[in-house]
């Protein structure tokens, strides 16, 4: 049940923002539910940083975790509408290029931890 959870959080915080933002710009829902078809690719784009705050959040790093979700979120959210001017996959990479100083952050810790259990050990 957890992992569906994990699922679901990662899968709609960034269309849900996406709507958000649209609508703090003016822009009103559209009747017409055809056009939500434009969202699906988003459920995939908020995978990539989703899960590497999820890790940085397991490695114990908790307010960091939400500080780079605090501010990272709204930047994937504003790159995936700039990157829908080029298709699902134009989402789906700009989504990931947002993503990118989590992992990087997430990664360095990663190899502090390693390096710390590495000298503790001698």
Same mark, same amino acid.
């Given at each position: 049940m957890r992992n569906f959870k994990i699922i679901c959080i990662a899968s *709609?915080?960034?269309p849900l923002l996406i709507i958000f933002i649209s609508l703090i710009r003016g822009f009103s829902l559209p009747l017409d539910l055809a056009i939500?078809?434009?969202l699906l690719p988003t459920l995939i784009s908020g995978w990539f940083l989703y899960f590497?705050?999820?890790k940085i959040h397991n490695s114990g790093r908790k307010t960091a975790a939400k500080v780079l *979700?605090?501010?990272f979120a709204p930047i994937t959210s &504003?790159?995936?509408i700039m990157g829908? &001017? *080029?298709g699902p996959l134009g989402i789906i990479?700009?989504?990931l290029v947002a993503s990118i100083p989590a992992w990087a952050y997430w990664l360095v810790c990663k190899l502090l931890d390693t390096r710390k259990s590495q000298e503790k050990g001698k």
């Open positions: *709609f915080w960034n939500y078809y434009q590497a705050v999820l *979700f605090i501010i &504003l790159l995936s829908g &001017l *080029f990479l700009y989504s």
